[in-house]
């Protein structure tokens, strides 16, 4: 690939071959920020968090709907640095958790523009909510609206929206398929008139209107156009969240939806059910926003020969549990050496069989010591880290106009027994 050349649409924005013939993210060599910040890293365009969060605030404002905001899904990259930015961008923030709605607040998400969901919320993650002002909390069986309903005081009116499950399926992956009738997701559009009549019954909740998530990594846009019609049966309301699931691309032969279109699509299924053109809409992007941001960098440790070629990095599992839970599948690259055609496992370091971050990649002669470079892992990896076989979690490191800056820094071998009582 010649020099100077830009990456796919699977790598952060701006992301290129530089002079050398290096993978650079955000302006910065990757080799360079290997050498120098070590790996595993995760390695995030600044500057592409801000446009993917421009994107779809301007696709809202193209779609002319005048009361629209774009809700970061939280749980896709529920890092300080990123939850500083997108809440300097305008966007409002989902939290599934106290611990998320924690992260929220410190980042400097006014609670005005935080909802919070979860199929399981404890009476202190409610007390949390409440404690906050969040805007809205988004109710998902009976057992919650009796227990906020203890807690919400009649002179104190909190804001909640009902989450149906529509029976619309997208084209995913079962373990993140949530739309369905048969799912731990949300009220069953049998039971949405029930919990409506609850909802309006008591004092001090305000019932603002409905909420769907229909799943994700969903690359087609007819199954979003289906929502609103749905919900649209149960009345009118000021509020209607739609959801996230947008897809992304892991692979450069994948070529999921724009977010123009999406956006699009999604305004324009509302128009159509009738939704009042002054209604307050929300939608929920979490990987949408964040996955091609990223990059994983690792340096190979072994190359191993046997039936297949097995190229072991210094990370896998505990940085990414994608292809673990969902088969996910992604690209990799050595970053001083882009192409190439051995067929090669990239396998992590982790005591698992299944411990393989890349099946089927086509690298250029890897060796012990090269830095491999996994496009598109800036949703749901930092996430879903863990300290499996006492493996660290790696650093996120901002790029930006070929600077770099550690956000988050790589854990010690102390945080392994923090928390000990000994
Ligand atoms: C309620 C809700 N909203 C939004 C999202 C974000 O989904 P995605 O990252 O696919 O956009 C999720 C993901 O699990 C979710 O559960």
């Known amino acids: 690939m010649a020099i100077g050349t830009s990456?796919?649409?699977?790598?952060?924005?701006?992301?290129?071959l530089n002079e050398r013939g290096h993978v650079e993210v955000g302006g910065c060599d990757t080799i360079e920020l290997a050498r120098e910040l070590g790996t595993p890293a995760y390695v995030i365009a600044e500057d592409d968090l801000r446009a993917r969060a421009r994107a779809f605030?301007?696709?809202?404002?193209?779609?002319g709907h005048e009361d629209f905001h774009v809700v970061f899904a939280s749980k896709a990259f529920p890092c300080t640095a990123v939850l500083e930015l997108f809440a300097q961008e305008g966007l409002w923030c989902d939290v599934a958790s106290g611990g998320?709605?924690?992260?929220?607040?410190?980042?400097?998400f006014p609670p005005e523009r935080i909802l919070v969901h979860g199929n399981a919320k404890s009476v202190s993650e409610l007390e949390m909510a409440l404690a906050a002002k969040v805007a809205l909390i988004v109710l998902d069986n009976f057992d919650e609206i009796e227990r906020l309903s203890d807690l919400v005081s009649g002179n104190r009116s909190q804001g909640v929206l009902i989450r149906?499950?529509?029976?619309?399926?997208?084209?995913?992956h079962e373990?993140?398929?949530?739309?369905?009738?048969?799912s731990k997701f949300g009220f069953s559009m049998a039971d949405v008139p029930a919990a409506i009549e609850r909802v309006r019954a008591v004092e001090g909740l305000v019932l603002e209107g409905i909420h769907a998530h229909i799943g994700s990594q969903i690359m087609e846009l007819d199954p979003f156009r289906r929502v609103a019609p749905a919900l649209r049966a149960?009345?009118?309301f000021p509020v209607w969240d739609l959801g996230g699931g947008l897809g992304v691309a892991y692979t450069a032969e994948q070529t999921p939806p724009e977010i123009e279109d999406w956006v699009g699509a999604v305004l324009g299924a509302a128009r159509d059910s009738g939704i009042d053109a002054s209604a307050r809409l929300l939608v929920e992007p979490g990987r949408a926003l964040t996955a091609n941001a990223g990059v994983t960098l690792y340096t190979v440790?072994?190359?191993?020969?046997?039936?297949?070629?097995?190229?072991?990095?210094?990370?896998?599992?505990?940085?990414?549990?994608?292809?673990?839970?969902?088969?996910?599948?992604?690209?990799?690259?050595?970053?001083?050496?882009?192409?190439?055609?051995t067929p090669c496992v990239v396998a992590g370091k982790h005591c698992e069989s299944g411990d393989v971050?890349?099946?089927?990649?086509l690298l250029d002669d890897p060796r012990a010591g090269d830095v491999i470079v996994t496009p598109a892992t800036g949703a749901y990896g930092y996430a879903m880290a863990s300290n499996y076989n006492g493996v660290l979690r790696p650093p996120v490191i901002f790029c930006k106009d070929g600077d770099a800056r550690v956000v988050v820094r790589r854990e010690r071998f102390e945080d392994l027994t923090v928390r000990d009582v000994r």
């Open 357 to 361: 971050i890349v099946r089927e990649a």
């Open 234 to 236: 149960f009345g009118d």
């Open 7 to 16: 990456l796919s649409h699977v790598f952060p924005l701006g992301s290129r």
């Open 57 to 63: 605030v301007q696709a809202g404002r193209d779609g």
């Open 175 to 182: 373990k993140i398929s949530t739309g369905q009738a048969d």
């Open 100 to 108: 998320e709605l924690h992260l929220a607040l410190n980042a400097g």
């Open 301 to 341: 440790e072994s190359v191993k020969r046997n039936v297949r070629t097995w190229v072991g990095v210094d990370g896998g599992m505990s940085d990414n549990m994608r292809p673990m839970l969902y088969g996910a599948l992604y690209e990799a690259h050595v970053a001083d050496r882009f192409g190439g055609d």
């Open 164 to 172: 149906a499950t529509p029976d619309v399926r997208g084209d995913t």
